[in-house]
T-cell receptor, first 108, second 112 residues
Framework: TQLLEQSPQFLSIQEGENLTVYCNSS?????LQWYRQEPGEGPVLLVT?????EVKKLKRLTFQFGDARKDSSLHITAAQTGDTGLYLC????????FGTGTSLTVIP | NAGVTQTPKFQVLKTGQSMTLQCAQD?????MSWYRQDPGMGLRLIHY???????DQGEVPNGYNVSRSTTEDFPLRLLSAAPSQTSVYFC???????????FGPGTRLTVL
């Protein structure tokens, strides 16, 4: 059983569209991270959120940590082809638990 | 800095064979870990180490052994490979008290 469930599992959108990826759990985490992974490479950390309700922005990416620290979302504005990749959330308890992943394809 | 390096990049084994996946980092990170990545399941922690001489089990440790004789190296051993161990394996390292894990490029292992 996965501790963190991500939705959707696959997402294919046109360049310029907006999208939101969700990361949900019934467990409380001390922090939550988002990673992006390209084919044939390891994940790369995008952001860490620590406080319930926290919102962080990274250019066109907006990350939010739920008030109860059980869930998170990643919103991308005006998607670009360079955003294509696998997005993973990871929650920290006694160790890091990774989500199931969302594979994003941005079509030019 | 080479960062985190892993060898080999690809490996095919027969059931019952043994092998060691190598991981090295040149950033003087004390914390190192091994994950496996399977489709639809994200990354799952196999073993981790908080420093030389100290290792501990993660979420899915069965079938794998580790040791940490130096700060730089953290090899993962499969004593008797099984088809269920077919996966992509990632090594990661970080400084204690920080939240940034640096991942290697991965080893794609197939067990026939």
């Amino acid at each position: 059983t996965q501790l963190l469930e991500q939705s959707p599992q696959f997402l294919s959108i046109q360049e310029g569209e907006n999208l939101t990826v969700y990361c949900n759990s019934s467990s409380v985490f001390s922090s939550l991270q988002w990673y992006r992974q390209e084919p044939g490479e390891g994940p790369v950390l995008l952001v860490t959120v620590v406080t319930g309700g926290e919102v962080k922005k990274l250019k066109r990416l907006t990350f939010q940590f739920g008030d109860a620290r059980k869930d998170s979302s990643l919103h991308i504005t005006a998607a670009q082809t360079g955003d294509t990749g696998l997005y993973l959330c990871a929650g920290e308890k006694d160790q890091f638990y990774f989500g199931t992943g969302t594979s994003l394809t941005v079509i030019p | 800095n080479a960062g985190v390096t892993q060898t080999p990049k690809f490996q095919v084994l027969k059931t019952g064979q043994s092998m060691t996946l190598q991981c090295a980092q040149d950033m003087n990170h004390e914390y190192m870990s091994w994950y496996r990545q399977d489709p639809g399941m994200g990354l799952r922690l196999i073993h981790y180490s908080v420093g030389a001489g100290i290792t501990d089990q993660g979420e899915v440790p069965n079938g794998y052994n580790v040791s940490r004789s130096t700060t730089e190296d953290f090899p993962l051993r499969l004593l008797s490979a099984a088809p269920s161990q077919t996966s992509v394996y990632f090594c990661a390292s970080s400084l204690p008290g920080t939240d940034t894990q640096y991942f290697g490029p991965g080893t794609r292992l197939t067990v026939l």
